[in-house]
T-cell receptor, first 115, second 115 residues
């Protein structure tokens, strides 16, 4: 079974600064997807960014980028120019490429933005 | 696209009672997922449907839980003889599966409290 570990229960960053959230995972599969989801107080899980394991290039979405290290099974999220609206729980998630979008989530990191 | 809708938003019930939650996916989405999220944890997969067919159920889904998706549109999740351990957020998500991985769209969840 796959597992996802987020070792930082809480992180804080000054507004406009950069923060990196860590995620490691364990799998024996070679083809899979990794995701970062954001869950604000409104509770809705929102996809931030996704990475396909067979792609070596790190995914980027505006201020959000990942550092995907397949051999190390590491998948960190970098948020640049942090904004107050970035405050939320961030979940790292894994999905096998087996024909469904069933996700295995980590325990989350609560990100606080300091004005 | 009105998003994934879940009803009710909150439900408080007494131990032993039955409860039913409803999820309305994005209209053109053929897949629908249910997840459970307990306090301080990431969501855990419960079950998913493609159209009206229930394709997979997690071992977390005890015999007291049943999910349906009649006509491949909305879905219901029923919990019979609720227990305090059932207290959690129940999240619904949908996607348009066309043979490749597509992002899940989540609803705002139903928070269940069993007293």
């Amino acid at each position: 079974a796959q597992t996802v570990t987020q070792s930082q229960p809480e992180m804080s960053v000054q507004e406009a600064e950069t923060v990196t959230l860590s995620c490691t995972y364990d799998t024996s599969e070679s083809d899979y997807y990794l995701f970062w989801y954001k869950q604000p107080p409104s509770r809705q899980m929102i996809l931030v960014i996704r990475q396909e394991a067979y792609k070596q290039q790190n995914a980027t979405e505006n201020r959000f980028s990942v550092n995907f290290q397949k051999a190390a099974k590491s998948f960190s999220l970098k948020i640049s120019d942090s904004q107050l609206g970035d405050a939320a729980m961030y979940f790292c998630a894994y999905s096998s490429n087996f024909g469904n979008e069933k996700l295995t989530f980590g325990t989350g990191t609560r990100l606080t933005i300091i004005p | 696209d009105t998003g994934v809708s879940q009803d009710p938003r909150h439900k408080i019930t007494k131990r032993g009672q039955n409860v039913t939650f409803r999820c309305d996916p994005i209209s053109e989405h053929n897949r629908l997922y249910w997840y459970r999220q307990t306090l301080g944890q990431g969501p855990e997969f419960l079950t998913y449907f493609q159209n009206e067919a229930q394709l997979e159920k997690s071992r977390l889904l005890s015999d007291r839980f049943s999910a349906e998706r009649p006509k491949g549109s909305f879905s219901t999740l029923e919990i019979q003889r609720t227990e305090q351990g059932d207290s959690a957020m129940y999240l619904c998500a949908s996607s348009l599966w066309q043979g490749t991985m597509t992002p899940l769209h989540f609803g705002n969840g139903t928070r269940l409290t069993v007293t």
